[in-house]
């Protein structure tokens, strides 16, 4: 009897670490976006311009690593990578299209500087660490 209450107690523990690990996984989101930046515009140290693949990942953030990665646009998808870094979130109002904020102020080459990246759908801006 005594190894019935184990055996049935073990699988209940088993079970909510599952429901547990669930819902966390429901809650990690995963955006991404083909971006055309027509003008160059300069991202921490790397000057983009023309097609790129802009992707955030939620998961990989929790496991810190970075989180947001720039890839060039290439036969239709993400080619090489460009740029990758760890983001930080800011709260802003839901977005209905991809949006990138830059700074007022320009770098001595006059390229603006983007600061803040934002996907369709999400009310998360994603903040670029200087």
Do not use: W
Not at 77 to 96: E, I, N, W, Y
């Amino acid at each position: 009897m005594k190894r019935l209450i184990f055996a049935f107690l073990m699988i209940a523990m088993f079970s909510a670490g599952a429901l547990l690990q669930t819902g966390q996984a429901e809650n990690l989101r995963r955006d991404q976006a083909v971006v055309d930046f027509p003008d160059t515009v300069k991202l921490l140290d790397v000057l983009l311009k023309g097609r790129y693949v802009v992707v955030h990942d939620d998961e990989k953030k929790a496991q810190g690593l970075p989180c947001l990665y720039v890839y060039n646009f290439k036969n239709g998808k993400a080619g090489d990578l460009v740029v990758s870094f760890h983001c930080q979130r800011v709260a802003r109002p839901m977005a209905d299209k991809f949006f990138v904020r830059v700074t007022s102020r320009r770098t001595p080459f006059d390229v603006p500087e983007i600061q803040e990246i934002q996907f369709a759908g999400s009310a998360d801006g994603h903040g670029v660490h200087q």
